[in-house]
Every structure is written in C-alpha cells, then in structure tokens.
C-alpha cells in the first residue's frame, strides 16, 4: 500500500490525513492546507489555513475539517471560531466554530453522513445531511464530558458518558438516533465509581462498546497508573464488568473486527493478555510478557501483542484462528505501529516528539522480514507516519505464512536477555537467582494433567511466604547464615576473616538488610502493596551490594 503519485513540498509540514477511501490526500505547510486526489496528485482544493494542525475529512469525502488552536488578541478578546468546516466541491466555508479543546476536536459522522454531531457546553448537538446551520436534535445531560458515535450507517447509536459527582456513580448510556429523551430511551446503562475519565470503544457491527473507566491515582497505591476497571455494554441492554484474573493496569483493549471477540492486556509486569467473547468469558490466554498493546490486522486473522514506549519494542504475531505464534520481531524505540490495510504489512516508526533521535521507520512482513527501512538526515525529524487507506474489503483475508518471507534486510527476533548485575558484581561467578515474577505461558502451552502441575496463583504466594518466614528464622539464629541465593554476591563460611570484628559486624548487618529486601521484594511481586519506607528501602539494593562487595575486597 502506497501513495501511488510524489509530493514533493520542500516546506515543513504540520499535519497530514488520507480521506477513508484512500482517493484524497490533504496536508498544511505551515502556509496553507492542500487537497489533492491520490490517483493522479492534482488539486482539489487549497485554503489560506497557514496555522491549521488538525485535519479530517468526512466519510463521504465531501467536508474537510480544519483546526487550529484557540488564541485571543487585542483585536480580537473573545478569540476567533478556531474550527472550519470546507465544502470539499466549493471550496467554501460551511461553517465557523468554537472549539477550544483539543480533544474531541473533530465532529463525528454517520458513514452515510446523514448524522453528525459535535459536543458543545455539556450537550450533544446532532446535524443532518450536512445542515450546520440547524440543530436537529440535542441530548442534554448533565456533565456529558464524552461521547462515541457508532460505526456505520443508520440507525446511528451514541455513547455518553457522564462523570459522577458528589457520591453519586459515573455512568454510561447508550440511545439510538434520534429517541434520545428520558432515561427509558436508553439501549443500555452501566454505573460505576472510581473513574474520572474513560474511553470507549464500538465494534465494527456497533452492537457492543467497552468502557475502560480509569483513575488518575491509584489510592491504594499499588500503581502510579491509576486504577482502571473494564466494563461491557450491548445494545439489547446487557452489561457486565469485565472479570481481570490480574492485578495491574489495563494498557489496551482491542475489538476483533469479527465484533464477537476483545483482547485485553492488562496486569503488573509482565503483563496478561486474553481474548473474550460477547458473554465476557475468556477464550483464550496469551499468557504473561512485556507488552502493552494489541493490534489485531483489518481483517482480523492476525494479533499482534506489543511492548513499545518504555518497554524494548517485542512484537509476538500471532495467528488467532490456531492460537499459534508465527514471528517473534523485535522493534526497538518503536513510538508506532500500524497495519497496513492489506493485512500482510506492518510499519513501525520511531517520531518526535516522543522521540528526537534515531527517527525512522520500518515496513515489516508479519513473519517478521524487513522490507524497507528509511532514516531521517541528521538534523531533521520524523513527526508522523500512516498507510493509504483503501475502501473495506478491498483486501481479502490470505492464509497466514509461518515461514518469514525472503528480504535482503533479513529478520529481526527478540533476545534472550540476561537478569540484571550491578557493575561492581559482573566480574564474580554467578549465582542462582530467585524471579521476581513467574513467566505464564500461553494456555495451550502450560503443563496438562500428565505433566507437572502448574501451582495457582495463591499456592504460589503461600509458597513464598513458607519460604520467607523460614528464612527469617534463619536469619535470627546467632550463628553464621548461609549465603541467599536472592543475593548476587557469594560469601563463603569458610572464608577467611580479616580479623576486624568492626568489618564482621558490618558485613552481617548488610546482608541482613539485603535479605529484608529480597522478602519485601517477594511480597511486592506476589501482590502486596508496599508502604513508602518499605519502597526506599528497595531501591538503596544496588548501593548496599555494592558496599557489601567493598568489604569483602577489604578482608
């Protein structure tokens, strides 16, 4: 998939949209915003719009939306309408609009373009056919802070929601335009506390939206992320909560195209991910990683599992009629990814401004072959990237390759990596470590009923702490203890001792604060939320082994 002509425009760009058809291309220069059609590159339109940094067309291609961001001025104190929206065949103004935030900035449509609705002052204001100048219809609730428009045509349905004030729950309702009056018009509701924003998602059949509820502060403390709570509604008014066999954050929901399944990842590192079907019962467990987002491909045979942002980039592609992996690739200081609309391409690209150096991009096959791989020149910057978007079903469903496909720049596979020494211990043999966290394998890969059985998740933890308190009473016996294979630094009884009984008393004091710590670490692995000093006294591990190695030397 690509751009099928060459723009060449030497000016810096701001922004830049394909149409949903794929047939027009719109971009701002920084002097005005340009239109062109993606079969031959000539212009359709061109507006003095030099400040514009959002763009958007309509679906049926015959509005663009332009936005810049609101300022006053002397001439102007109540600033100026920062969102236009152009008649695509007229060049024309349609209409001037206030839009001061940035988010939620564009109109919604209907995909025939029959709805359009924008939310102003706390209401929905519902257009028709393009009417800006009428309001047809209005949905008023109170502090109505975000909606979602279904996908599709008509009937068009809406998803609102509504934060909860002064002990009353958040909700979320769905209607179906334009019955919008009265609680009894609503498909569906589901209340809940501890969310102070959300986000929603339709699938592809707009029969069912997932509400990821989400707090900016975890008040138990077990997670700077916040809290996160995922709930599902159907229009035929089900709800439910959707049950997380994890603790943690949910990094990414994700709809099947096929609209009969959800993959969520969720869960303290390494994190779960799990498929669902419509009753919210799993289906299918991945297992744990580090990862932090779902992509599934447009036509819905391929999921990709990802750890991008402040993890190392891994991309596990796998194929999710069999449950089988097919490539395991490596992207590192990946700040996107994308599917290309043919099913069998992705690109990933490292932008500013989450990034400033080592800007690029690379397309990949999903067997995890390197196709084509572009750098920026020093003292430039990659600022966005996207595929052509070509109409639905354009691409038909092929069947998935396990095989990496031929490339001259050969494959990338993700690293065994090695567990973490301070420098001051890297030259010692090394010594058998205990893991903070147990690696889960996908379900169909986990020992059966002949193999070892697996221990559950609270076995587990009575196990650690058996193991805990035996050492603490170790711990507390007068004579020397043997060394903890939780600590990287070997300390022989028989060693020979210096003689300083200062130096002895030093040492055993350090070792008895590393064992603390490898117990505090324990309990934070297997769940526990940990207090502030117990957090303090974590982090000093590395200066502590490496006073305890000084010492040593010493003797």
Same mark, same amino acid.
């Given at each position: ?299 819905? !045979? ?33 700040? !996107? ?7 069998? !391409? ?210």
């Amino acid at each position: 998939c690509s751009v099928c002509f060459c723009i060449r425009d030497s000016r810096l760009s701001r922004c830049f949209t394909f149409s949903r058809d794929g047939t027009l291309f719109s971009w701002c220069n920084g002097h005005s915003v340009s239109v062109v059609k993606c079969s031959d590159g000539s212009v359709v339109s061109t507006f003095d719009l030099p400040k514009t940094t959002l763009l958007e067309f309509s679906p049926l291609n015959n509005v663009l939306v332009t936005w810049q961001p609101y300022t006053k001025s002397q001439d102007s104190p109540q600033g100026d309408a920062n969102l236009q929206l152009w008649d695509l065949q007229s060049s024309q103004l349609i209409k001037a609009l206030f839009q001061k935030k940035v988010d939620s900035w564009c109109p919604s449509w209907s995909e025939d373009e029959k709805i359009c609705v924008r939310s102003v002052n706390n209401e929905l204001h519902f257009f028709e056919n393009n009417d800006f100048n009428t309001i047809a219809n209005k949905l008023h609730m109170q502090k109505v802070s975000d909606f979602e428009l279904s996908p599709g045509g008509q009937p068009s349905k809406v998803a609102v929601y509504v934060p909860g004030s002064k002990g009353a729950p958040s909700f979320v309702r769905l209607y179906q335009y334009p019955v919008l009056g009265g609680p009894s018009a609503a498909l569906a509701n589901k209340s809940f506390f501890k969310a102070d924003r959300v986000t929603m998602q339709w699938n592809k059949k707009a029969s069912a939206v997932l509400v990821t509820a989400s707090t900016e502060v975890d008040k138990t403390g077990a997670s700077y992320y916040g809290e996160q709570t995922l709930h599902y509604l159907a229009v035929n008014g089900e709800t439910a909560l959707v049950q997380l066999p994890k603790n943690g954050p949910i990094y990414d929901v994700a709809w099947s195209p096929n609209s009969a399944e959800f993959c969520v990842v969720y869960g303290f590192m390494p994190a779960k991910a799990t498929i669902y079907n419509l009753k919210c019962d799993p289906v299918f467990d991945f297992g744990t990683g580090p990862r932090n987002a779902a992509y599934y491909s447009p036509q819905g !045979h391929i999921l990709v599992l990802a750890g991008f942002g402040n993890l190392r980039g891994q991309m596990e592609v796998w194929d999710v009629k069999k449950y089988k992996q097919v490539s395991k690739p490596e992207a590192p200081d990946a700040t !996107h990814f994308s599917w290309c609309p043919d099913g069998e !391409h992705v690109v990933t690209a490292t932008c500013s401004p989450r990034l400033r150096v080592s800007n690029g991009y690379k397309i990949w096959h999903y067997t995890g072959s390197v196709l084509h791989k572009w750098d920026v020149a020093a003292g430039s910057e990659l600022w966005e990237v996207r595929w052509q978007l070509f109409p639905e079903r354009s691409f038909p469903e092929r069947a998935v390759k396990y095989q990496a496909v031929p490339s001259e720049l050969g494959s990338t596979q993700a690293q065994t990596t090695q567990a973490y020494r301070p420098p001051a211990l890297r030259h010692l043999p090394a010594t058998p470590s205990s893991k903070l966290h147990e690696d889960e394998p996908p379900q169909n890969l986990r020992p059966g009923v002949s193999g070892e059985r697996s221990l559950s998740k609270s076995a587990l933890k009575n196990q650690k702490k058996r193991e805990a308190k035996k050492a603490a009473k170790q711990e507390s016996k007068p004579e020397p203890e043997p060394p903890s294979d939780l600590v990287s630094v070997t300390i022989s009884q028989s060693e020979p001792s210096c003689g300083d009984p200062e130096s002895d008393k030093k040492i055993k004091n350090l070792k008895k604060k590393l064992k603390a710590i490898e117990e505090l670490k324990e309990q934070q692995a297997s769940g526990k939320v940990l207090q502030k000093n117990q957090l303090e006294k974590i982090q000093k591990e590395g200066q502590l082994l490496q006073e305890l190695q000084e010492l040593k030397i010493r003797q």
